[in-house]
Structures are given as C-alpha cells and as structure tokens.
C-alpha cells in the first residue's frame, strides 16, 4: 500500500504541477514565462515527485516508466497493474485539483474574456490535428519518452549511477518539453493526459480528448519499452558480460 500511495502521490504533484503551470500561462498570457516557465514546472515537479519517491516505490509516476521495469523484470504484472492505477488515480485527483482552482477564471479578464480551463484544456497535452497526423504524433510521444526512460534507466536504474536523485529525469523533462511541447504537448506519461484529460472531457473543456487519447498511450509506452530493452540489453547486459 505504501508504495500505491507513493505512486499516486509522485504523479499528483507532476500533473498538478504540470496542468496547474498551462493554466497559469493561460490566464497571465505574455507576462508569463510561456513555453520555459511550462518546461522548468514540470521540470522541478517530476524530479521532487521522483526523489521523494524512489526509496518506496522506485519513483516510476507514469505507466510508460513502470512498463519498461515490465519488459525488463523489475516488476511482476500484478504489481505493474497496480502502479497503473495508482498513478491514473493520482493524475485524476490533480484534474479535478486544477479545475477547482481555475474554473471560473478568464484570461485577459472581462466577462466575455475566455475561459482559463477551456483555453488550456485543463493543461492536458494535445497535438493539432491538421498539422500532424496521428502517427507523427505517436512517433514524437515515442521519441521524447525514450529518451526520458533512458535517462531513468542511466540515472536511477543502473547500480553504477550517480546519486542525482530525480534531478536529471526532471531536466530531462523539462529539455523534451522545450522541443515537444507546440507539437504534442510532450506528455511522455499517458497518467498526464489521463488525468486532466478525463476531468476536462467530462466537464465540457476538452472536445479532442477521446480522439487523440490513443497517442498518448502508444507513443509513450513503446518508447518507454525500447528504451528499456535498449538500456537493459545493450549497456547493463555488455557491462556484465565484461
């Protein structure tokens, strides 16, 4: 139990961090940081949440993370089941966070000023449609989680790595959004969508939720896997044999 609740807990404080920030940048508009400010809060949200859980759970906080320890024998399936939804709950319960705090706000000000949570989506990650079809989008999930589960893996999995604590797979994080972010949102974590996704979709805030929803959980899974595979196989594996 201890370790569902670090989980939940650890992917709490990345979504509500990480929508909460979008909402911010929405209702404040060019005073804000923009695109770094969203970068450096799910930045710094991802490596507390991932130190601070660590030692109990294996600081995973996102079903593309506790995939890949799936692949590679780290987890049982049952126990990799159980992380799941403990880190949906826990990305749900930051939905609904968020929406209390921001429902109500506009950006800009005035009555018919927009609506903070319809103009963010709640903060939850979405590509545009027209510009990028549902396959490149799943291939920039891909690409970005493998990269953040790679340095999971180098950073925390590997019994040679420095003592970083979640610091490096937060600047991870931080560096994929800079690139991901105006293309897809760069979730790398289906929890991040699902959580404020499903809270928006069900309050009337998001119309693409269910129709994009695929991408960011194919995208980041099989990214998070291949980097996995990759890490277990080819660098931990050949550091054995040597």
Same mark, same amino acid.
């Given at each position: 139990?201890?370790?569902?609740?670090?989980?939940?807990?650890?992917?709490?404080?990345?979504?509500?961090? +990480?929508?909460?920030?979008?909402?911010?940048?929405?209702?404040?508009?060019?005073?804000?940081?923009?695109?770094?400010?969203?970068?450096?809060?799910?930045?710094?949200?991802?490596?507390?949440?991932?130190?601070?859980?660590?030692?109990?759970?294996? +600081?995973?906080?996102?079903?593309?993370?506790?995939?890949? *320890?799936?692949?590679?024998?780290?987890?049982?399936?049952?126990?990799?089941?159980?992380?799941?939804?403990?880190?949906?709950?826990?990305?749900?319960?930051?939905? /609904?966070?968020?929406?209390?705090?921001?429902?109500?706000?506009?950006?800009?000000?005035?009555?018919?000023?927009?609506?903070?949570?319809?103009?963010?989506?709640?903060?939850?990650?979405?590509?545009?449609?027209?510009?990028?079809? *549902?396959?490149?989008?799943?291939?920039?999930?891909?690409?970005?989680?493998?990269?953040?589960?790679?340095?999971?893996?180098?950073?925390?999995?590997?019994?040679?790595? !420095?003592?970083?604590?979640?610091?490096?797979?937060?600047?991870?994080?931080?560096?994929?959004?800079?690139?991901?972010?105006? /293309?897809?949102?760069?979730?790398?974590? !289906?929890?991040?969508?699902?959580? !404020?996704?499903?809270?928006?979709?069900?309050?009337?805030?998001?119309?693409?939720?269910?129709?994009?929803?695929?991408?960011?959980?194919?995208?980041?899974?099989?990214?998070?896997?291949?980097?996995?595979?990759?890490?277990?196989?080819?660098?931990?594996?050949?550091?054995?044999?040597?």
């Amino acid at each position: 139990m201890s370790k569902l609740v670090a989980e939940a807990l650890g992917t709490f404080t990345l979504c509500f961090i +990480g929508a909460g920030s979008i909402c911010t940048a929405t209702m404040v508009g060019a005073g804000y940081a923009g695109l770094l400010g969203v970068a450096i809060a799910h930045g710094l949200a991802l490596s507390i949440a991932v130190s601070a859980t660590m030692n109990v759970s294996g +600081g995973h906080v996102n079903p593309a993370v506790t995939a890949a *320890m799936l692949i590679t024998g780290r987890i049982k399936v049952s126990g990799a089941a159980q992380y799941v939804v403990a880190q949906l709950i826990g990305g749900v319960i930051a939905g /609904l966070l968020v929406l209390a705090i921001f429902d109500g706000m506009t950006a800009g000000g005035g009555e018919t000023a927009a609506s903070v949570v319809k103009e963010a989506g709640l903060g939850t990650p979405f590509y545009d449609a027209a510009k990028l079809s *549902m396959g490149k989008a799943i291939l920039v999930e891909g690409a970005l989680t493998f990269l953040l589960v790679f340095a999971v893996f180098g950073t925390a999995v590997d019994p040679r790595a !420095p003592k970083l604590g979640g610091f490096a797979i937060g600047l991870t994080i931080a560096m994929d959004i800079l690139l991901g972010g105006p /293309l897809t949102g760069a979730a790398m974590n !289906p929890a991040r969508t699902f959580g !404020p996704g499903i809270v928006a979709a069900a309050s009337g805030n998001l119309k693409v939720f269910w129709s994009q929803h695929v991408v960011y959980w194919v995208g980041p899974i099989l990214g998070g896997i291949l980097a996995g595979l990759v890490y277990e196989k080819l660098i931990l594996a050949r550091q054995k044999d040597a």
